[in-house]
């Protein structure tokens, strides 16, 4: 995916990344409540947590540079939020699938775009967006799934629906010259959107 030409600036990137992290830490922990299972609650305490141990790894790179990171992060708050505002799910199940749909999507998309990011930078944030979390997601999902069969209808739908929102997000977090550039887009859509069936294949659910 060549994204030298649609990166943001890097103040742009970290406080848009450091407020999704810390709002989809915030969104999962509320979700935990309502597992059906203990293991349930668990896991959404595993995508809770890794979000806060990305959002703080960020934080610590924006203090770094010598920024404040409530500075870096307003500019996305009220974006941000409807997003997640739609996208908050009805139950735990549209919840779980939330987490594990749209962070996986962004954060795909915000290891591309740390690729153009000045080298240090780049070398010390390597690994923060990686798919840690996702392993223990499918299994409970999985396993849900199999015990209610109508389950798996309604997150495909519901999975198919958070791929829209969660692109205009992207698109937002790209440099504002490139947003409306389809043609310079259409590899990065398509990367982002390969990746998010093969999440939804682990699942046995259709993209």
């Known amino acids: 995916m060549q994204l030298d030409d649609v990166s943001p600036e890097l103040d742009v990137y970290l406080g848009q990344a450091a407020y999704l992290q810390l709002s989809l830490y915030e969104t999962m922990g509320r979700a935990g409540a309502g597992a059906p299972t203990l293991s349930g ?4 305490g595993v995508l809770a947590t890794t979000a806060l141990e990305r959002h703080r790894a960020i934080v610590a790179e924006i203090e770094r540079g010598g920024k404040e990171p409530a500075d870096l992060m307003a500019p996305h708050r009220e974006a941000i939020d409807r997003f997640l505002e739609r996208t908050s799910g009805a139950d735990w199940y549209e919840s779980m699938l939330t987490g594990y749909v749209t962070a996986g999507i962004l954060n795909d998309l ?9 080298a240090d930078v780049r070398q010390r944030l390597r690994t923060v967006f990686d798919a840690r979390e996702e392993p223990a997601v499918v299994e409970e999902l999985t396993a849900r ?3 209610d069969p109508v389950v798996a209808s ?7 629906r958070l791929v829209g929102d969660t692109l ?3 698109r ?3 440099a504002s010259h490139a947003r409306e550039d389809q043609e310079r887009l259409e590899p990065v859509w398509t990367e982002l959107i390969a990746a998010h069936t093969r999440r939804m294949d682990a699942l046995g659910l259709t993209a």
């Open 41 to 44: 609650r668990l896991v959404t």
């Open 154 to 160: 309604r997150l495909a739908m519901w999975g198919r």
């Open 168 to 170: 205009l997000v992207a």
């Open 145 to 147: 799934i199999d015990e």
């Open 110 to 118: 915000f290891a591309n775009l740390l690729r153009s990011l000045p």
């Open 172 to 174: 937002s977090a790209l």
